[in-house]
């Protein structure tokens, strides 16, 4: 047993030990609940969703906490909340429960914690008052600014120079900044904005102080490991090491994780391309658990090229397992699925090793290993007739099929079997392709029985 991470801030891959193997200590950051979450922010929930499976396996499931946070206060749900003429706790309310079904629905376990940034403003407001008071940060104007000149090794785990950092930042340049690459701690609230009183009068605190204190509050001043997407490193990660280091005088985070960005066929999904892509919409056109292959279908530090075609072919491919394993009872999670994933969560090579086993022999060890990353979870009946947990039936909105319930297409094919026992072929022919139409299979069997799928 030896896992091996690869750790932006040494930019190599190490061997991890944890501070203490009784309480390994996971955080990736979560949402910001304004809006649907879109599938970029699917894969390092899924990604993580597989480190903290592997660390619960190698450590004991009650050895492991995991905290993916909440962050419920924000310019964008200020905004947002505004212009629906609703109170922010709806808003956030809201998108919080809309983005949990959504990756429940990809498989991913419930973190141990997951805190919500309201809950902990006087952890923030402590924070500040240390960093002011050790000197790392300053008030000015109804602001308080970490002042990053009172930090030698601020940028450490970016490795930008100044300039790059102010332009990385898109910082403004306000008067009232010593250097303009001081990050907000502490801002003030106009008095239609969301506020709390302060030291330095009533306001909200800023983004990257929220992990930080979060952190502090649920898994301590030094955690094992941090993770969370790319384009987190600078300047949000940068400045929650500058905040947790300058407060505590201890080392925050022993390994940072970071998962490559997301691309939508080929280009970088972003509001003026339109081509963003909800979690919440490719749920309704493709399955969890394909959408989960999916994203754990290239290394975790590559950029993922996503598609609709690649979601369609890794269905096929789980529909092949599911036919493979049909019957089959779950063994021992192969060693080479293991192996593959204690090397810095390598799925391309965990997925070949499954990929071997995809025969008539190998389908207990397929079961078992496809099972430990979160797939091949449903009966094939289930699985075939597109059934999700809970009864509800996968809705493909976007080609209309697959609206018919399973009750009425029970009931079509029943009446299908009667027409033909009474040999009504022409009825029966009717049926069928009306099924058809609706994107269902009938397969006829030898008893006079027949069986459907959806097909998708
Ligand atoms: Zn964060």
């Not at 079997?417 to 022409?426: H, S």
Request: charged share 30%; hydrophobic share 35%; with cysteine.
């Amino acid at each position: 047993m030896s896992l091996l991470i690869h750790n932006t801030l040494s930019r190599k891959k190490e061997r991890f030990e944890p501070i203490d193997p009784h309480n390994v200590r996971l955080y990736v950051c979560g949402p910001t609940v304004y809006d649907f979450a879109h599938i970029g922010n699917a894969r390092p929930v899924v990604v993580f969703d597989l480190l903290f499976r592997l660390l619960r396996r190698i450590y004991g499931p009650d050895h492991v906490t995991y905290a993916r946070n909440i962050t419920d206060i924000d310019d964008k749900i200020i905004r947002a909340a505004k212009k629906e003429g609703k109170d922010i706790s709806v808003l956030s309310k809201r998108y919080t429960d809309i983005y949990n079904q959504n990756v429940k629905d990809l498989g991913a376990l419930e973190p141990t914690i997951a805190p919500r940034a309201t809950d902990h403003l006087p952890a923030m407001i402590r924070m500040i008052e240390k960093l002011v008071n050790s000197g790392h940060a300053y008030a000015a104007e109804g602001h308080v600014l970490f002042d990053i000149g009172a930090m030698e090794s601020y940028g450490k785990l970016s490795r930008r120079n100044r300039e790059e950092m102010i332009d990385g930042a898109r910082v403004e340049v306000a008067p009232y900044k010593k250097d303009p690459a001081d990050f907000v701690l502490w801002k003030p609230s106009t008095d239609d904005q969301p506020s709390w009183d302060s030291p330095w009068g009533r306001g909200r605190p800023g983004w990257h102080l929220e992990c930080s204190c979060m952190i502090e509050e649920h898994l301590g001043t030094t955690i094992d490991i941090h993770g969370g997407g790319v384009d987190l490193v600078f300047p949000h990660h940068e400045n929650e090491i500058a905040q947790s280091e300058s407060a505590h005088g201890e080392p925050f985070v022993r390994y940072w994780m970071h998962n490559g960005y997301l691309n939508m066929a080929g280009q970088k999904m972003s509001k003026s391309l339109g081509n963003i892509e909800t979690i919440d919409g490719l749920l309704k056109k493709h399955r969890g658990e394909a959408l989960r292959l999916t994203l754990l279908s290239a290394h975790y530090r590559k950029p993922l090229d996503f598609s609709d075609e690649l979601v369609r072919q890794q269905k096929k491919r789980l529909d092949r397992w599911y036919r493979i394993t049909d019957g089959a009872e779950a063994c021992e999670v192969p060693q080479a699925l293991i192996a593959a994933l204690e090397d810095d969560l390598n799925t391309p090579r965990a997925l070949a090793v499954l990929e071997d086993l995809a025969t008539p022999e190998g389908a207990g060890e397929l079961k078992a290993g496809a099972q430990f990353m979160g797939l091949l979870m449903q009966t094939n009946e289930d699985w075939f007739k597109g059934r999700l947990k809970g009864g509800a039936t996968i809705k493909l909105e976007v080609t209309g099929k697959l609206s018919a319930t399973d009750e009425s297409i029970d009931a079509l094919v029943d009446e299908r079997i009667e027409a033909r026992a009474a040999k009504d072929f022409e009825r029966a022919d009717a049926i069928r392709k009306q099924l058809e139409g609706a994107g269902i299979e009938v397969e006829d069997h030898p008893d006079g029985t027949s069986s459907w799928r959806r097909r998708d």
